[in-house]
């Protein structure tokens, strides 16, 4: 079981920054894919960015803006995101992906991930 928390979201003007955190419990991080995806009101939740061993994904709406990476000594996957604008405006989550489960699965879905976080707002004015 893993248990995943986020931190970092907050308010910000267009153009700024934010950088979020989401910490793991247990000790078996580093055999996790993670992945961080958003929900704004009204609408589905929808991928953001994924980090594994062949490599990074993004959202084409965020790439080239937010960058995702992990620290496995510290259990932690980070989302740097930059030049924000309001329609980046959401709850956004934190999800792991137990490696162990060899099955194929595509890292921007969803139902891909075992576990999930509680979410942090990130909220951008204009």
């Known amino acids: 079981q893993v248990q995943l928390v986020e931190s970092g979201g907050g308010l910000v003007q267009a153009g700024g920054s934010l950088r979020l955190s989401c910490a793991a419990s247990g000790r078996t991080f580093s055999s996790h894919a993670m992945g961080w995806f958003r929900q704004a009101p009204g609408k589905e939740r929808e991928f953001v960015a994924a980090?594994?061993?062949?490599?990074?994904n993004y959202a084409d709406s965020v790439k080239g803006r937010f960058t995702i990476s992990r620290d496995n000594a510290k259990s932690t996957v980070y989302l740097s995101m930059n030049s924000l604008k309001a329609e980046d405006t959401a709850v956004y989550y934190c999800?792991?992906?137990?490696?162990?489960?060899?099955?194929?699965?595509?890292?921007?879905?969803?139902?891909?991930?075992?576990?999930w976080g509680q979410g942090t707002q990130v909220t951008v004015s204009s």
């Open positions: 980090i594994r061993r062949s490599g990074d």
């Open positions: 999800a792991a992906r137990n490696l162990l489960d060899y099955r194929v699965y595509d890292p921007s879905v969803a139902n891909g991930y075992h576990y």
